[in-house]
Nanobody, 115 residues
Framework: QVQLVESGGGLVQPGGSLRLSCAASGSIFSIDTMGWYRQAPGKQRVLVAT???????NYADSVKGRFTISRDNAKNTVYLQMNSLKPEDTDVYYC?????????WGQGTQVTVSS
């Protein structure tokens, strides 16, 4: 059974940066599509960025040019570098793994952007 463990969230001032990490275990990481999603209280979870096994990336319009998703298959880890953070980026961020019909989620990490 795969486990996804996020880390790197916290409190940062507007304009600052954070790097989220997601360590995966229990599966062959390199063939999976990995992604980051975000969710505000009472709202649906929405896409932030994805990184496929073939190397393609996809970003939500709201984060293009500011966030970068990357992966290290040797370490079974996916990252989300978040720059130029805005108060509206405040959310719980979740790591996601997709392999065919199987979807797994991490426990989430809180990101708060505030002065």
């Amino acid at each position: 059974q795969v486990q996804l463990v996020e880390s790197g969230g916290g409190l940062v001032q507007p304009g600052g940066s954070l790097r989220l990490s997601c360590a995966a275990s229990g599966s062959i990481f390199s063939i999976d599509t990995m992604g980051w999603y975000r969710q505000a209280p009472g709202k649906q979870r929405v896409l932030v960025a994805t990184f496929t096994s073939s190397g393609s990336t996809n970003y939500a319009d709201s984060v293009k040019g500011r966030f970068t998703i990357s992966r290290d298959n040797a370490k079974n880890t996916v990252y989300l570098q978040m720059n130029s953070l805005k108060p509206e980026d405040t959310d719980v961020y979740y790591c996601n793994r997709v392999r065919g019909p199987l979807i797994s989620w991490g426990q989430g990490t809180q990101v708060t952007v505030s002065s």
